[in-house]
């Protein structure tokens, strides 16, 4: 064997094609298979190696082959030949200078996949995210079983876009979305989040490779592409799957700077799996409830406990909630936490406690939770009487109206009924100006300030005008100091919680650690 033929064989061993051109690069030499079947490389001697590549490939190689110098070898590039009949084929392109030759130029080409035709940029643009959701909603409606858990979301998050030409990315995102529309599971169900993140709702048995279809949309346009995509079962609740998606892309989109290797379907693999974990830890009700006593802060006497979840050594439940309400999982809880408090209040010894639950506003969207509540007691009415239902305020209410009729008929049975930390949020003034209660819990947030703070003082004082003049008691959070113990009871409020009258403990402890000022410790009162 020769060498020129041992060169040879080597050479095809790493290319489908081997291209010389001169310094006009003009094809001088060509040998090896075309991109389809019946092309002959010879034909293409004497004609511009550029007229071989598709329009938006051109730019791209000439450039590579104007840069090189000899004894260099260009970068991998992904191109697009040109097959003749509107169709391309992709292909990895090399070009390399040998000093003896030069300023001829040696080329590879090594064909990737089969022919395709080109599809056109399209001036559709794709729906934004809350554009999506509605398109995933629409999708996802009605289907059940089977057909609910052969679909998946996909996401893909694309790099190497143009930074300086909006022109070329608008028309790359064109191509993108054309391409993501078709690979949907019905043809319109695909989304663009970002600049550079898309979403698409798609059949799981779907084998079409997504990362491919970016490359070859970027192609078109003179771009090379990379992304990654990945996927996530929408499994068997259409509900909880949409919400899980909002949630796990809100959250993407507000932490992007902090986490920017988390990706969209990362996170909603993990909301998902966290959605199953909460509805098991709910089921079993593996949850703790410890309790916080609430003073009188005339006589520093315990007045009622507020009974607060903990999950495990994670301790508080903030996280947990708000993914919760999110999803559509808070009624569950809250009926849970209530049926434990029923069952504690009948507990013997517990005839004088008084004990106080949350119960998030999505819980009020419906009747549910107020006619489980009233059904569970029932049976011992009277215990209804020692029951505090505290809204708070982490979702808010959509039907206020509604709300205050489902409220009223605690009320009318009762259970009392507290707007749980005033002041937190924006609608604070709408639950008091449209909720009828019996209580007011003043944020700990205004509380913390109430010593040094001569504005809170006066905001704290003219709310608790306004409750006294509405027939309300109020409440203070987070007192954790005599000083704004004293501070809030100059100011008329009622009732005290926090630190300086004891922590939350896994057993109501009515004896507080500061002594009582005008009666014996011990002493639970009754409400109003």
């Not at 399209?122 to 079983?145: H, I």
């Not at 030409?165 to 989040?193: K, P, Y």
């Not at 509805?279 to 703790?288: L, S």
């Amino acid at each position: 064997m020769n060498l020129k033929s041992r060169l040879l064989g080597l050479a095809f061993a790493a290319a489908d094609a081997l291209v010389e051109v001169d310094e006009k690069a003009q094809v001088t030499f060509a040998l090896g298979a075309g991109p389809v079947t019946g092309q002959s490389t010879a034909a293409w001697i004497g004609h511009p190696f550029a007229d071989l590549l598709s329009y938006s490939s051109r730019a791209i190689v000439l450039e590579a082959l104007g840069d090189l110098v000899g004894g260099e070898r260009s970068r991998r590039l992904e191109v697009l030949a040109d097959c003749g009949d509107g169709r391309v084929r992709r292909a990895l392109f090399r070009a390399f200078i040998l000093p003896d030759l030069a300023p001829a130029v040696s080329c590879a080409l090594t064909w990737q996949g089969e022919p395709f035709t080109l599809e056109a940029a399209t001036d559709q643009s794709l729906a934004d995210a809350e554009g999506f959701l509605a398109l995933a909603r629409e999708g996802l409606n009605g289907k059940t079983g089977a057909a609910l858990q052969r679909l998946a979301m996909a996401f893909i998050e694309v790099q190497g876009l143009n930074a300086a030409n909006d022109a070329t990315n608008e028309r790359v995102a064109a191509r993108i979305g054309a391409r993501l529309q078709q690979a949907s599971h019905d043809g319109a169900s695909a989304g663009q989040l970002t600049a550079n993140r898309y979403a698409l709702i798609r059949q799981t048995d779907d084998g079409r490779d997504l990362e491919a279809e970016v490359r070859e949309a970027g192609l078109a346009e003179g771009l090379t592409l990379t992304s990654r995509a990945s996927q996530v079962a929408v499994g068997s609740d259409a509900l909880c799957a949409l919400r899980a998606m909002r949630f796990a892309i809100e959250g993407c989109l507000k932490d992007n700077a902090a986490q920017p290797e988390l990706s969209f379907a990362d996170s909603l693999s993990r909301t998902l799996k966290d959605a199953d974990r909460f509805r098991g830890i709910v089921r079993d009700k593996e949850f703790a409830l410890f309790y916080q006593p609430i003073v009188d802060l005339k006589t520093r006497a315990v007045h009622h406990f507020e009974a607060l979840a903990r999950f495990g050594q994670s301790g508080g439940p903030a996280s947990a909630i708000r993914m919760a309400e999110e999803l559509a999982l808070i009624e569950s809880f809250d009926l849970a936490v209530a049926e434990k408090i029923v069952h504690r209040l009948r507990q013997p010894g517990s005839g004088l406690l008084k004990i106080a639950i949350n119960v998030s506003g999505a819980s009020l969207a419906n009747d549910a939770y107020v006619a489980a509540l009233l059904r569970m007691t029932a049976s011992e009415p009277d215990n209804r009487k020692r029951l505090i239902v505290e809204v708070t305020e982490t979702a808010a209410l959509a039907d206020i109206a509604a709300a205050n009729r489902r409220l009223g008929a605690l009320r009318d049975a009762g259970i009392k009924v507290c707007i749980d930390d005033f002041g937190a949020g924006s609608a604070a003034f709408d639950y008091l100006r449209g909720l009828s209660v019996d209580a007011v819990k003043i944020d700990g947030a205004f509380v913390r300030g109430i010593d040094s703070d001569a504005r809170t003082r006066t905001l704290i004082g003219h709310l608790v005008e306004l409750c006294g003049s509405l027939g309300m008691t109020t409440i203070a959070e987070m007192i954790e100091t005599e000083d704004a113990a004293r501070a809030v009871q100059d100011l008329g409020v009622d009732y005290g919680q926090g630190w300086l009258f004891g922590r939350a403990e896994a057993e109501p402890v009515t004896t507080g650690p500061v002594a009582a000022r005008a009666r014996r410790q011990g002493v639970v009162e009754a409400w109003g």
